[in-house]
């Protein structure tokens, strides 16, 4: 898939123009819009059996207290997602956080540069860094007045997380 | 070719009736089964067609669906236009569409040559229905992701291919269906000629006679029919001449039936030869033959057809070798003057022909309705004379037969009487012929040889063992087996057969001859005398007397009643005579009324007489007392018998 996604790079840089081409583009406000979007990219992802949310257990998305998209994100709480619901949870410090299934990280994080998933299962989500951090599979970011979405494909291996395809159809692969 | 021409007035009116209405059928039958089968067909290819294009444009749609969940989460046109892209190969989408939930279109594809106004997704459906419409199949299919619905896709596909195909089908089926339909006809063309030769020969049989050719009875019937409707139309009326071959039975028993039809192919050649080319020929029956002469209204036209009806008998005719005289009576009878209707006419021709035959055969007569008071009194005759014999009406008398060299009584000849309760004496001349005709005269002859028989016993029980009686038997009764009843008569009675004799006519003879040979044979073995009666008036052929079992002749009064004056009856009494002397046969004559006639027979040396001169037929009593007298004297009675007369 992706190697044939690689063979036609014009349609990729095409989608990467295209990405997010919201038609309501900043109508809403930029921190829900992400919010919506770390939302959805969940729906993707695949995690390993033993770190997979059993039956009846939330999913549970870690964020820094300071994060920017804090707000926005927890107005997700409760969620309905993928048969169970999304647990919005504060993680202090983030590295340490223990039955998160995926966690945001942005500038405001000082433990950015830390490894809060060696024992991998974290999907680590970026956004707004000056500059990406090799953990994060996944980095919003602005292009022009869009969100486009980066994968970094070596940091999910790494994270044991699979990544459906269709999610990489509408995200640039930044590292395989 | 003159033949051809005459037959021509009557034509078979059937047509070929079967083959029109096979033809009908299988036009009808055939046609409507390939088009009903055809049509249902199509039918069926149309529906199966369009459940599978629902199916194919669903799984289309799913795939879309499938595929495009991600695009539409992240709202990427350009990933969705991308799948929606994937559907140009398939030829049938016309439009595709990829919604959000709340409707917005994320992305759209057209295929190329699709005008501006059919780019779009139609009515609202329900995610996951479909609908026909427009010659459009609209499909919506919705897109899921993570067990939520999260937007649809809908697809519209052009039906115009379907229909192409479909019409493709039709044609073809049509084409199938005419081409087997055309295959079919020229089958039943071919079975159907077949059939109309059937039927024409079928017709020919149905309505022409196989031994002459001509148009038979059921045609005649028809054909009177036609004639009927034309009386008061186009006609004043026609004529119907039936024509009855006289001693026809003859040719058949003595040359074969191959030369019996022969004969009557020859005559039907020229029976209307000497006729109008209107007049139409029928075989009626074996011998019989009507000739239908339309357009004739008074007798004397009747009397020239009649007499152009005789010409046909005048030549005589060749079969084979033979060349042969025929001879014919003829009806004749006119519609509407003689009859109301078909069966009445031909009965009115029918009764004419009988009164010719009755005066003399080979001639003619026109019907008139004294005639027919002649036919009710036969019909009258033969519904008493069945009751005649229980009723005792019937009697014998008995005419005495004279040995001339010794003059004496040696035997009598029974003869029949009938007492009719309302019309008195019926002379056997009139009733016998109805009897013969109705088949009465088994159980009269039966009667005649008991009472004969009984009466023999009671002369002989008298002690005239010598006499004998004469008893006559007519043609049917030999065919019914005369043997057995003579046995039984003898039986019951107990008289010696050689006391009886029977005589028998030329012409009952000769209508199964090998039969009556053998029954002949029989009854001589029993030691029953055979008379020939009334020999010279039938055929006389020496044939015949030569083969025949019999002991004597008579010879018929015809040739008595001039004697001795006409030179010309007294050369063939003479010859009779001698000739019979010669086969070794007795003589007896009828009908002798002088003693001129008695001087000149005796002197021909003729054995035996009877006739008025000596005595006429008498009752039995009367005979009684004739024998007494003879048997008292010792002597003959000589010269005429003074008795009462019957």
């Known amino acids: 898939m992706l190697r044939r996604s690689q063979s036609r790079p014009s349609i990729w840089l095409l989608a990467l123009v295209g990405v997010f081409a919201c038609a309501r583009a900043w109508a809403v406000d930029e921190g829900e819009l992400k919010a919506a979007i770390i939302f959805n990219v969940l729906l993707f992802v695949e995690w390993p059996a033993d770190v997979a949310p059993p039956p009846g257990s939330p999913m549970v998305l870690c964020l820094n207290p300071g994060a920017a998209l804090g707000p926005a994100l927890k107005a997700l709480q409760g969620r309905e997602l993928r048969g169970t619901r999304l647990d919005v949870r504060d993680a202090v410090p983030l590295a340490n956080a223990q039955g998160c299934h995926a966690a945001f990280i942005d500038g405001s994080d000082s433990l950015r540069a830390a490894s809060p998933t060696k024992a991998g299962g974290v999907l680590v989500i970026s956004d707004d860094m000056p500059q990406a951090s090799p953990l994060a599979a996944l980095t919003l970011r602005r292009a022009g007045n869009r969100i486009a979405l980066d994968v970094n494909l070596e940091a999910a291996r790494n994270a044991r997380l699979q990544l459906s395809s269709k999610l990489l159809r509408v995200s640039h692969v930044v590292k395989e | ?646």
């Not at chain 2, 299919?141 to 809908?154: I, K, L, N, Y």
């Open chain 2, 1 to 646: 070719m003159t033949q051809e021409r005459r037959r021509d007035p009557f034509r078979v009116q059937t047509g070929p009736r079967l083959g029109r209405r096979l033809t009908r059928a299988v036009a009808l039958g055939a046609g409507t089964a390939l088009l009903v089968s055809g049509l249902i067909f199509d039918l069926f290819v149309y529906v199966s067609l369009r459940a599978a294009m629902v199916d194919d444009i669903t799984v289309q749609a799913r795939i879309v669906a499938e595929n495009s969940s991600a695009a539409i989460l992240f709202s990427d046109a350009a990933a969705a236009g991308q799948t929606l892209a994937g559907l140009q190969a398939s030829p049938l989408i016309e439009y595709a569409e990829l919604r959000e939930m709340l409707g917005r279109k994320v992305a759209t594809y057209a295929a190329s040559g699709v005008r501006t106004a059919r780019r779009t997704a139609g009515p609202t459906l329900a995610p996951g229905a479909h609908l026909f419409a427009g010659g459009r199949l609209y499909v919506s299919q919705p897109v899921r992701e993570g067990g939520r619905e999260v937007g649809s896709v809908h697809l519209v596909a052009t039906l115009d291919e379907l229909h192409q195909r479909v019409a493709t089908y039709v044609a073809t089926t049509l084409l199938a269906g005419v081409v087997a339909f055309a295959l079919a006809f020229l089958l039943v063309i071919r079975i159907r000629r077949e059939l109309d030769d059937t039927e024409r020969k079928l017709d020919f049989l149905a309505y022409f006679d196989p031994v002459t050719g001509l148009p038979n009875r059921h045609a005649a019937s028809e054909q009177i029919q036609v004639l009927i409707e034309t009386v008061g139309r186009s006609s004043d009326g026609f004529a119907l001449l039936l024509i009855d071959l006289d001693d026809f039975k003859v040719v058949n028993d003595t040359l074969g039936h191959g030369a019996g039809d022969e004969l009557l192919k020859a005559l039907s050649a020229r029976l209307t030869q000497f006729m109008r080319p209107n007049d139409v020929a029928f075989r009626f029956g074996g011998d019989e033959f009507v000739i239908l002469a339309p357009r004739v209204a008074d007798r004397t036209h009747q009397m020239l057809l009649g007499q152009a009806a005789m010409l046909a008998f005048d030549a005589p005719l060749m079969v084979g070798t033979h060349e042969l005289r025929v001879r014919g009576s003829v009806g004749v009878a006119q519609f509407p003057h003689d009859a109301q209707d078909a069966a009445g006419l031909i009965r009115a021709a029918d009764t004419a022909m009988y009164h010719a035959k009755s005066i003399g055969k080979n001639t003619y007569a026109l019907f008139d309705s004294d005639m027919d008071r002649g036919a009710l009194r036969r019909m009258q005759l033969e519904a008493d004379l069945r009751d005649a014999v229980q009723r005792g009406e019937l009697r014998l008398v008995y005419q005495p037969i004279v040995e001339l060299a010794s003059q004496r009584l040696c035997g009598v000849e029974a003869l029949i009487r009938w007492a009719h309760p309302e019309l008195g004496m019926v002379s056997p001349v009139e009733f016998i012929p109805v009897a013969e005709y109705s088949g009465l005269i088994v159980d009269i002859g039966q009667w005649v040889l008991h009472t004969a028989c009984a009466q023999l016993k009671a002369w002989s029980d008298d002690g005239h063992d010598q006499l004998f009686v004469a008893v006559n038997v007519s043609a049917r009764q030999i065919r019914r087996g005369l043997k057995a009843q003579v046995d039984a008569a003898l039986e019951a009675t107990g008289v010696d057969p050689r006391r009886l004799e029977i005589e028998i006519t030329e012409h009952s003879m000769v209508e199964d001859i090998e039969s009556n040979m053998e029954q002949l044979r029989a009854l001589r073995q029993l030691g029953v005398q055979v008379a020939v009666d009334d020999f010279g008036t039938g055929l006389s052929s020496l044939a015949y007397l030569k083969r025949l079992p019999i002991g004597k002749l008579k010879i018929d009064r015809a040739f008595i009643k001039d004697l001795p004056a006409s030179t010309d009856d007294a050369a063939i009494a003479s010859a009779i005579i001698s000739m019979a002397r010669s086969l070794g046969l007795t003589v007896v004559a009828e009908g002798v009324e002088t003693e001129a006639q008695r001087d000149f027979l005796l002197a021909q040396g003729c054995e035996w007489v009877q006739g008025f001169f000596y005595s006429r037929p008498v009752a039995p009593e009367a005979v009684t007392v004739l024998l007494r007298e003879q048997l008292r004297t010792g002597c003959l009675t000589i010269g005429p018998l003074q008795v009462a007369t019957a």
